[in-house]
């Protein structure tokens, strides 16, 4: 049972470079959710989406673009990409069915932008 | 914006003492309340959840309590254990698909 998964766990890129994270569950929940983590911050939501080829913006959207083609990927792009947005990202899902919200989270890609 | 926040960043409790953990929210709409728990390296992993309609909810070890007039969470861990050291979230939403987190309790049990 992989669950959630992300990758790269760890990545380093320069400024103006795009990335892509990739974020992968098996659940099939139709929700899913990019966050960054900051210290001083907690985690800051980016993006969600609450089925395929549906999304909408979070606390922090700018700088980031997501697609959701298929239920069980949710990828996060940095079209160009700054300083600014190194962070520790994490992708988390949810189904949603009562009586719990919770979301579960994948281990994390930390991203350094030089 | 919402603002969720700690009164403490910091706390470290003796292995088998209670441990509390507590978390002050601005948006008298949030309706519905997690505490996350945060272990070095990993993702947030789900303690325990609490609607508004509720004062108290209890799991293994684990209690939070909710006051609306206040606007104020917490979480209350029974005999700490090693284990438990973690940074803890508590994270509140009035509409179920945004989450605001709060910055985060580092909780040390001193063996």
């Known amino acids: 049972d992989a669950g959630i998964t992300q990758s790269p766990r760890y990545k380093i890129t320069e400024t103006g470079r795009q990335v892509t994270l990739m974020c992968h569950q098996t659940w099939s929940h139709s929700y899913m959710f990019w966050y960054r983590q900051d210290l001083g911050h907690g985690l800051r939501l980016i993006y969600y989406?609450?089925?395929?080829?549906?999304?909408d913006k979070g606390e922090v959207p700018d700088g980031y673009v997501v697609s959701r083609s298929k239920t069980e990927n949710f990828p996060l792009t940095l079209e160009s990409a700054t300083r600014s947005q190194t962070s520790v990202y994490f992708c988390a899902s949810s189904d949603r069915r009562p009586p719990t919200d919770e979301q579960f989270f994948g281990p994390g890609t930390r991203l350094t932008v030089l | 914006g919402e603002s969720v926040g700690l009164h403490l960043p910091t706390l470290s409790v003796q292995e088998g003492d209670n441990s509390i953990i507590n978390c002050a929210y601005s948006?008298?709409?949030?309706?519905?309340f997690i505490w996350y728990k945060q272990e070095s390296g990993k993702g947030p992993q789900f303690i325990i959840d609490?609607?508004?309609?509720?004062d108290k909810r209890q799991g293994q070890r684990v209690t939070v309590l909710l006051n609306k007039t206040v606007k104020h969470l917490s979480l209350q861990i029974a005999a700490t254990q090693p284990g438990d050291s973690a940074v803890y979230f508590c994270?509140?939403?009035?509409?179920?698909?945004?989450?605001?987190f709060g910055t985060g309790t580092s909780l040390t049990v001193i063996p």
């Open positions: 948006n008298s709409a949030s309706d519905y």
């Open positions: 989406s609450a089925a395929a080829d549906i999304t």
């Open positions: 994270a509140e939403t009035s509409t179920g698909n945004q989450f605001y």
């Open positions: 609490i609607r508004s309609n509720m």
